[in-house]
């Protein structure tokens, strides 16, 4: 059974990318300093997993695409 952790909080961009490129919905950006901390709703933990044990599969243009912009929004957050 999967379960859903109702809210992931993360400083890694690698792993916020990832989980934009896999659909999963972006809630917030808060930023302390120059580190932005991303915010994602039910995000399953097999999820998780699969980024941490690297078997997680994206398309690379896409999860460059969603770093750079990611990057970009966490510089023009205040």
């Known amino acids: 059974m999967n379960t859903i952790d109702q809210i992931i909080k993360t400083t890694e961009i690698t792993l916020a ?3 934009s490129n896999r659909g ?3 809630d917030r950006i808060t930023k ?3 580190i ?8 399953p933990d097999f999820e ?3 980024f941490d044990f690297g078997n ?3 398309e690379p243009r896409q ?3 969603a770093i750079q912009i990611l990057t970009k929004t966490v ?3 205040k």
Do not use: K, P
Request: hydrophobic residues 35%; negative net charge.
């Open 17 to 19: 990318a990832y989980l």
């Open 75 to 77: 510089r023009e957050t």
């Open 63 to 65: 999860y460059h695409q």
């Open 32 to 34: 302390d300093g120059n």
């Open 56 to 58: 997680s599969r994206v």
């Open 36 to 43: 932005g901390t991303f915010w994602f709703i039910d995000v």
């Open 48 to 50: 998780l997993h699969e």
């Open 24 to 26: 999963y919905r972006l």
